[in-house]
Every structure is written in structure tokens, then in C-alpha cells.
């Protein structure tokens, strides 16, 4: 069965620090790129990060840049997100998601989105609160 399946998540202080990963299962990230979105309780999804497939081009939100960093590991089956200087503004759900067909997006995130999303993971709930 081919799914994401995302952890790290928890509760953490402001100005603290968390590691996201989203896992595969039953394909690699060689054919896909992956984006990291959120969805805080009353706002929509956001997109938060992305990294494409084979060059490994990354491209980060405006509210994340400087403090969150993507990146893959070495058998490109598990993406990860660094997330630094965390602010109560970051409380989420963070999903993962792949999407085969903007697999070689440039150069921003954006762009990938419109290709859209394939395969979607159930999410992990990140809390930054004191």
C-alpha cells in the first residue's frame, strides 16, 4: 500500500524546537516531490515547505523562512522538517504530501501546488505554547 505517514509532533515552548518526518511506505521519494503544509483550527491549509525530487530544490513559506529547514535521507524514503524558533502561530496539524507530476517543480512552492498534491498523510499535531 503506498502512503505518508508524518510524526514528531508534540507539545513544545515557544522558542523551542521540533523535527517532523514523513515516512513512505511502498514507494521513494526519487519520483516525487514533497511538500509540508499545516492547517491551524479555524484556517485553512497552508503550504509550508517543498523539496523537489532529484535536484532536491527546496523553497520555504514566508512565515517559515530562516527557521524551518527541509531535507531528505540517504535511502530517500523519509523527508524531514526542522522546525527552530517555534512561535505559538505555529500550532498545526503539519501533513506531508507527494505529488508525482510536479516532481521537478522550479523554483517555488507554489508552482508545485498547482501540479496538486497526490498522496497525503493523516498529519501529527505540533503545539507551541508555555
Known amino acids: 500500500e503506498v502512503q505518508l505517514v508524518e510524526s514528531g509532533g508534540g507539545l513544545v515552548q515557544p522558542g523551542g524546537s521540533l523535527r517532523l518526518s514523513c515516512t513512505a511506505s511502498?514507494?521513494?521519494?526519487?519520483?516525487?516531490?514533497i511538500g509540508w503544509f499545516r492547517q491551524a483550527p479555524g484556517k485553512e491549509r497552508e503550504g509550508v515547505s517543498c523539496i523537489s525530487s532529484k535536484e532536491g530544490n527546496t523553497d520555504y513559506s514566508d512565515s517559515v523562512k530562516g527557521r524551518f529547514t527541509i531535507s531528505t535521507n540517504g535511502a530517500r524514503n523519509t523527508v524531514y522538517l526542522q522546525m527552530n524558533s517555534l512561535k505559538p502561530e505555529d500550532t498545526a496539524v503539519y501533513y506531508c504530501?507527494?505529488?508525482?507530476?510536479?516532481?521537478?517543480?522550479?523554483?517555488?512552492?507554489?508552482?508545485?501546488?498547482?501540479?496538486?498534491?497526490?498522496?497525503w498523510g493523516k498529519g501529527t499535531l505540533v503545539t507551541v505554547s508555555s
Open positions: 511502498g514507494f521513494t521519494f526519487d519520483d516525487y516531490a
Open positions: 504530501a507527494a505529488s508525482l507530476s510536479g516532481r521537478d517543480y522550479y523554483p517555488v512552492c507554489p508552482t508545485l501546488y498547482a501540479y496538486g498534491m497526490d498522496i
